[in-house]
């Protein structure tokens, strides 16, 4: 495939779905933290793969190409690139998932004056960080990307890896109430790293249905 890197200002899909994930005036997610971390996951890997430094490979396991990504996900394109076996993508899925990597990515976007760091104490033992708006330029121009590409004609590569990831998280629904659900899971089944973090979640809700028996 064409690499498609994120144009000058633009956000790169983490730091986009997170955005999308997250309230605009509380600053916390609209997920719970591990579908959210999974959503994140995932998104590493559309992001890396729009960049064309990964491919899935007979359609079953990812591996690293020839090609630099100069990205902020370079460290898990290392891991990619030097593990001594292939990992099918919910593999990957699962060991990219990380609530530091969520704050990174936060935080990233909070030195940019997107977001805002507030923290907080609760019951005076744990510090919960919230991350609420600051700018709404970059969501409002992500929203009316995403509703373009939920329309009729055929989105670019970084919208259909966006909804297809918002759609599998339960995000889209939430943010787009009216969208053609149809139409949204055509795209998501278009997209194998929504695959894999639609595989992830499902193994989440298993585990937590048997933990409550």
């Known amino acids: 495939m064409d690499a498609e890197s994120p144009k000058s200002g633009e956000l790169n899909l983490p730091q ?3 955005l999308l994930a997250t309230n605009d005036t509380n600053g916390e997610p ?3 933290q591990p579908v959210l971390q999974a959503g994140v996951a995932g998104a590493i890997l559309a992001e ?3 960049l064309g430094a990964i491919e899935l490979q007979g359609n079953k396991h990812v591996r ?3 090609t630099a990504a100069g990205s902020d996900f ?4 290392e891991l990619i690139r030097h593990k001594s076996r292939p990992h099918t993508p919910h593999r990957w899925v699962s060991m990219l998932e990380s609530r530091e990597e969520v704050r990174r990515i936060y935080e990233g976007m909070a030195v940019r004056g997107i977001v805002k760091h507030v923290g907080e104490k609760r019951l005076g033992l744990f510090r919960i ?7 709404h330029a970059p969501k409002a121009a992500l929203l009316k990307e995403t509703e373009a590409g939920l329309g009729s004609g055929t989105p670019n590569a970084r919208t259909t ?3 297809g990831l918002l759609h599998v998280t339960g995000l889209l629904e939430k943010l787009f ?3 053609d659900r149809h139409r949204a899971r055509e795209l998501a089944n278009s997209h194998w790293p929504s695959h894999a973090v639609a595989e992830e979640i499902r193994m989440i809700t298993l585990a937590e249905a048997e933990a409550a028996t």
């Open 16 to 18: 986009a779905f997170l």
């Open 30 to 32: 609209e997920v719970a």
């Open 48 to 50: 890396l793969h729009l």
């Open 64 to 66: 690293a190409t020839d």
């Open 74 to 77: 370079d460290p898990q394109l």
């Open 129 to 135: 960080t919230r991350y609420p708006e600051q700018d």
């Open 161 to 163: 890896a966006l909804i």
């Open 177 to 179: 109430p009216d969208a």
